[in-house]
């Protein structure tokens, strides 16, 4: 799940928030997780991941079949299999913290279901590009996130995020069939605007939903967030995209 | 230990083989790939294994789409998960022996693609049903050939054939099932004879097509196969499904 040279700004956020921690970013689990509202965020944002780590284990399974090679197929499976690991850990995690897993994912299975029906690949490189994209935008945004985190929770929540090797085998592949064809190029530039654009949507579906989560992002609970940040947030992480887009090949 | 008298079931053969192994189960690997019909054989098999598991792997993440539950796909999803650990090994030791894994798999991916196009479940229990049976033929038969195997081998084999947890879990799903409406035993019972012609089918297809591997199995290089052990061989294995249906409440 992690991306080669996108994360500059991300990776500073979180960064400086490492550097010298402050409110909740200098707690753990234990001490943070007094304040309902607090732990009930972190459930949230566990579920979230859970589901999308679930739900991106099956996706690449399924773009298994489109593979043109064995050798691809066993790559795209071993992912698969490494998100199913990352699914392990979170769910893990949220019964040990007394949280039902089930119960926890439940609210976030339309809006990934949804997004992952939107956006069905249409042949193998479409399904590396959202690979790609997806991974590449959700990395971001959990990487943003966590610096505002409980040291326990930022600790799983950035192992989770550690690199399962998608990003170098999608981007050399890609790379290799723009090289072959250019008029992939362009197709290819249009899926990715797609998919940042259903990512967004499904995303505002999930603030407008889920109110402790919202409020974290906010700056209700955890420090540092205010409408403007998110606003600076959401700016970082378009950029970032569209950075990696170009490195791509791409027009974003 | 090649006698066909105390062959009476896999365990017994593989039971035997173990207490006192004799040719080639006596050797390790080094010393059995010394004879290069023995080392295309085991090569052969490991490929077929490997491809077994990789295709597993795919119909496992495919059924969790089935799944009525999130706690029942994140099952299924395990299972696969294990099935590509199994996939690794496997592959893993073809390299170490010098053989190109994807060159090995090649052979095998017509009759297992077959095997599963013609067997696609048309509903959960389908799956689940399918699960069972497909792994535990596959599980006796390789461990009856595993007990003709040089020991570097047969260790492998057997450590993949470890139970992922299909059994019991499939087992319980499918009485349940049965037990709230019984109509569901005879469509089931039909669904797994079929499962079985369609595996007798597509190994015919494989033994036909592999000499190595076939001259293995009928006693050509590692001892202790003849054409009536073969036979007696698939007796075993059937009553072995025999049983396990009835046991599952299916009559076979």
């Known amino acids: 799940m992690e991306t080669p040279d996108n994360a500059t700004d991300a ?10 921690p402050t409110g909740i970013a200098a707690q753990d689990w234990a001490t943070a997780a ?39 197929k066993a790559e795209l499976a071993k992912m698969a299999s490494a998100e199913f690991h990352h699914f392990e850990q979170l769910t893990g995690r949220l019964a040990e913290i007394g949280a039902e897993p089930t119960e926890a994912m439940e609210p976030f ?12 690949p249409s042949d193998w490189l479409e399904g590396l590009v959202k690979a790609y994209v997806g991974d590449s935008i959700a990395s971001d945004f959990y990487r943003e996130v966590a610096a505002r985190l409980d ?20 981007v050399e592949k890609v790379r290799a069939a723009i090289e072959a064809d250019p008029r992939v190029g362009g197709r290819l530039a249009l899926w990715a605007r797609r998919l940042m654009g259903e990512a967004l949507s499904q995303s505002q579906r ?30 970082r992480i378009t950029e970032a995209h569209t950075k990696r887009m170009a490195a791509l090949g791409l027009a974003a």
């Not at 990776?11 to 010298?20: G, V």
């Not at 996706?59 to 090679?69: C, G, N, Q, V």
């Not at 299975?109 to 069905?120: C, M, N, P, Y």
């Open 34 to 72: 007094a304040e309902p509202t607090y732990r009930a965020a972190v459930v949230d944002l566990l579920g979230a991941l859970a589901y999308g780590e679930l739900a991106a284990f099956e996706r690449l399974a399924e773009d298994a079949k489109l593979a043109p090679t064995l050798a691809d």
């Open 109 to 120: 299975v339309a809006a990934l279901d949804g997004f992952h029906r939107q956006t069905a």
């Open 151 to 170: 040291s326990d929770t930022r600790e799983l929540v950035l192992a989770v995020l550690d690199d399962t090797g998608h990003a170098s085998f999608a």
């Open 206 to 235: 999930v603030v407008a939903d889920r109110d402790a989560l919202s409020t974290m992002l906010v700056g209700g609970v955890a420090d540092g967030f205010d409408l403007a940040e998110v606003g600076r947030m959401f700016s």
């Open 11 to 20: 990776a500073a956020a979180a960064d400086s928030a490492t550097e010298a």
